[in-house]
Nanobody, 124 residues
């Protein structure tokens, strides 16, 4: 089991920035990949980005590439999502997830543990 707690969500104007944090605890040794998903009202949960703990390879959905940056602090067992140039379409609940898979995957079923989510609202 891995416990994940997201923080940093809030309301921001279009074009602004936010940084989300995901603090992991518990059996973190079993988690190889950390990811961010998001879910807007009435829509399915979608992959945003993910990173491996080692060596830190990252992958981004096309919708956020160039605007979002995922990073991790291994010593703090924390993953961050820096979101720049935010758009109203980025409005969603953002979830942190952990996977025991070695490689990055974009499907929700391959992630074992999830955080409670943090709301990000981008106004126009």
């Amino acid at each position: 089991q891995v416990q994940l707690v997201e923080s940093g969500g809030g309301l921001v104007q279009a074009g602004g920035s936010l940084r989300l944090s995901c603090a992991a605890s518990g059996r973190t040794i079993s988690s190889k990949v950390m990811a961010w998903f998001r879910q807007a009202p009435g829509k399915e949960r979608e992959f945003v980005t993910a990173i491996t703990w080692n060596p830190g390879n990252a992958y981004y959905a096309d919708s956020v590439k160039g605007r979002f940056t995922i990073s991790r602090d291994n010593a703090k067992n924390t993953v961050y999502l820096q979101m720049n140039s935010l758009k109203p379409a980025d409005t969603a609940v953002y979830y942190c997830a952990a996977s025991s898979q070695t490689d990055i995957h974009v499907v929700t079923t391959l992630y074992d543990d999830w955080g409670q989510g943090t709301q990000v609202t981008v106004s126009s």
